[in-house]
């Protein structure tokens, strides 16, 4: 969120700022609003200040004894106007509030101007670019000739955008990011987290995903529905019984016994049909939920990605912490559990900078990318990603930037993948960056560099809307600054080492530097 006070201050800068990145300011709204607020302030404030006159009429009339009845009427009086014009300040105030929260940063001045991603500026580049004796393949064709990539089961599982992976396939991908997470953390000086997937609007609105961008987001509502989809079951006899992993369900047709007690796991989850008994008695896990059909209220709300489904929530969910009027969303990126984790906190200045790295799953409706990128894993709505986040002091907040940029690039040059990196123009930067380098690789199938790492620096923006502040040097409290970056995702370094490895036979090499993560492997052989 930019700095009102700077509004305030110079509001025309701030609107030719904003115009290099192609938005246009509400500036007589925000002006209209600004009115209304010192108007509600000056009342309020003038109301507060003559109470203790008001107090004192009436003790010094009363200890006259006179009669007060008509001071107490008109303090009254006073009090509901008091009242009504706090309410009004409030409500003002929110207003300039949400107006803020629709408003990206400031571009940094020594970012490009641009009106489209053509106009990003290249920096550098690292790496030859290997030359084929043969018509490289892309990764699509690659994981076909090894029978390790099966984007048809992953389509009958899931639907469009997703991937699975299979044998020594699937342990590579293992490997590139526990090679990354080693990386940073023994030589980067970053702290692994482990973070949630789920997180509330207000840890979104704090890294700037909310409000304005809830439609790439799949949101999950506890009284609703634990993954938003609505799904309809036959009345077939598919009685499930949990023993253990990360889900176990029960989905009971009409006539059965739906008193499941599952052992263990994260999420317990018992989906019933009519008539049925849905008590459910958890012995472990995270979440343990009833969904019913019929009598239930299955109002349909979209939730931004998906719809949500009708659920009920049993009194063992409250008492394990899930607030039924929550929504929650699955995380776009580590970097929201991760950033949040400063929050409303004020840290040391000792403290910092505070360096985090998290590998995580990331989930994303892609709602605006419809028809683009359709083949492959270039683009899905799963896909894990090591994060890098750090919080500094202000003053070394760019040079903190270059240093972040250099760590994930080194993991580009360790696995020997050649690559640039740019600097994105003022319309093709995220929402709450002021300034990005995207890293991108050169992948011979598509015969293109694509972005594989955004290294943003988001300034004071994000710290601002979370209260994130340190003491500095004089003990006061200020707002830190934020940076992230993919140190790297972890499906695109896949596709890059498939690309750039592959063989003529139709195997793949494995990285010298991946090689001690998978046993000494050295080649991942095509299927005879």
């Not at 940063?105 to 290249?122: C, K, L, M, T």
């Not at 799949?218 to 077939?236: D, H, K, Y």
């Not at 998906?306 to 969303?329: A, C, F, H, K, Q």
Request: aromatic letters at 6%; hydrophobic letters at 35%; one cysteine or more.
């Amino acid at each position: 969120m930019l700095d009102i006070q700077q509004l305030r201050k110079d509001l025309d800068s701030v609107v030719a700022q904003l115009a290099r990145r192609g938005f246009s300011f509400e500036a007589e709204r925000f002006k209209e609003l600004e009115e209304k607020r010192k108007t509600y302030q000056q009342l309020v404030e003038t109301f507060n200040a003559n109470r203790n006159k008001f107090a004192k009429e009436v003790g010094q009339a009363k200890a006259r004894g006179e009669d007060i009845s008509k001071l107490l009427e008109d303090q009254k009086l006073e009090q509901n106007i008091e009242a009504a014009n706090a309410e009004l300040l409030k409500k003002t105030q929110a207003e300039i509030e949400a107006l803020l929260e629709g408003v990206p940063n400031i571009p940094h001045e020594s970012v490009p101007q641009g009106s489209s991603s053509a106009e990003n500026r290249e920096e550098r580049r690292c790496g030859s670019l290997r030359q084929f004796g043969f018509p490289p393949k892309d990764h699509v064709d690659v994981g076909a000739t090894l029978n390790l990539l099966d984007f048809e089961a992953a389509t009958k599982i899931a639907g469009a955008r997703f991937a699975l992976m299979k044998g020594s396939l699937a342990r590579l991908h293992r490997a590139i990011a526990q090679f990354m997470l080693d990386v940073h953390t023994e030589e980067h000086g970053y702290t692994e987290i482990y973070a949630p997937y789920l997180v509330n609007a207000e840890s979104l609105r704090g890294t700037g995903q909310l409000p304005r961008f809830e439609q790439d987001l799949f949101a999950v509502e506890p009284s609703r529905g634990l993954i938003n989809i609505a799904t309809n079951f036959p009345q077939q006899d598919t009685v499930k019984k949990s023993s253990g992993g990360l889900i176990s369900s029960g989905i009971i047709s009409p006539q059965q016994d739906t008193a499941k007690k599952p052992s263990r796991g994260l999420i317990n989850s018992g989906m019933n049909f009519p008539q049925q008994d849905a008590t459910k008695k958890p012995s472990g896990g995270l979440i343990s939920s009833g969904m019913n059909s019929p009598q239930q209220d299955t109002t349909k709300k979209p939730s931004g990605g998906l719809i949500s489904s009708g659920m009920n929530v049993t009194r063992e969910e409250s008492d394990i912490g899930l607030d039924r009027r929550t929504r929650y969303y699955l995380i776009p990126t580590a970097e929201v559990p991760v950033t949040n984790i400063v929050r409303g906190e004020i840290v040391s200045l000792e403290s910092l900078p505070l360096k985090f790295v998290c590998h995580s799953p990331c989930f994303r409706s892609e709602a605006g990318s419809y028809g683009k990128d359709t083949r492959g894993m270039i683009r899905n709505h799963q896909f894990d990603k090591v994060e890098l986040v750090q919080i500094v002091h202000p003053q070394e907040s760019y040079e903190v930037l270059e240093s972040l940029t250099a760590h994930a690039e080194e993991i580009l040059k360790r696995l020997e993948l050649p690559y640039r990196v740019v600097t994105l123009c003022t319309v093709d930067m995220g929402f709450a960056a002021a300034k990005t380098y995207d890293i991108e690789v050169w992948l011979p199938g598509q015969n293109a560099y694509r972005e594989i790492s955004s290294c943003s620096n988001f300034e004071a923006f994000q710290a601002r809307r979370m209260q994130a502040r340190f003491r500095n040097e004089k003990g006061k409290p200020e707002l830190v600054h934020t940076l992230n970056g993919s140190g790297l995702a972890v499906g695109r370094t896949l596709i890059a080492i498939m690309e750039n490895y592959q063989r003529a036979d139709g195997g793949v090499d494995i990285p010298l530097a991946l090689q001690p993560y998978m046993s000494g492997l050295k080649v991942i052989e095509p299927t005879r």
